[in-house]
């Protein structure tokens, strides 16, 4: 499964791909740059991004085979960018389009609860 995070959060760090412009100075793990935003820094960053996800992948097809290559090589991927609030980052706007565009649930990686890991 597919979640999102940001890069200090506890989450895995072998699962964590980077989905940023320019991932952390530290950053050694994989990236997936189609998935980064063109301007993180635009006016309308949610707007912009939307273009550049449009354009870079003008239909299912396209995004399919480049979640299943980030898939391959990093099993249940943890795609990452810097803030910590997700209602501020393009993360969940790529959850979104994913969701829209393959009908595949993004949710936003968390700790499991005790109670929960036991139902797993």
């Known amino acids: 499964m597919i979640q999102t995070s940001f ?3 506890k989450a895995p760090r072998d699962r ?3 989905i940023a ?5 530290y950053w050694q793990g994989p990236r997936a740059p189609m998935l980064a935003p063109t301007n993180p820094k635009a006016d309308n960053w949610a707007e912009a991004y939307r273009r550049d996800l ?3 992948f003008p239909n299912a097809t396209a995004l399919h085979v480049y979640l299943k290559k ?3 090589e990093t099993p249940d991927p943890i795609l990452c960018c810097f803030e910590q609030n997700p209602d501020e980052c393009h993360r969940r706007v790529l959850a979104a389009f994913i969701k829209e565009e393959l009908g595949w649930d993004v949710p ?3 700790i499991a ?3 929960q890991a036991s139902l797993l």
Do not use: C, G, Y
Request: no cysteine; glycine share 0%.
């Open 7 to 9: 890069f200090s959060s």
């Open 16 to 18: 964590k791909v980077s």
């Open 21 to 25: 412009k320019w991932p952390p100075r």
């Open 54 to 56: 449009n354009s870079r």
């Open 70 to 72: 980030i898939e391959a």
């Open 108 to 110: 936003e990686w968390s």
């Open 113 to 115: 609860k005790p109670e």
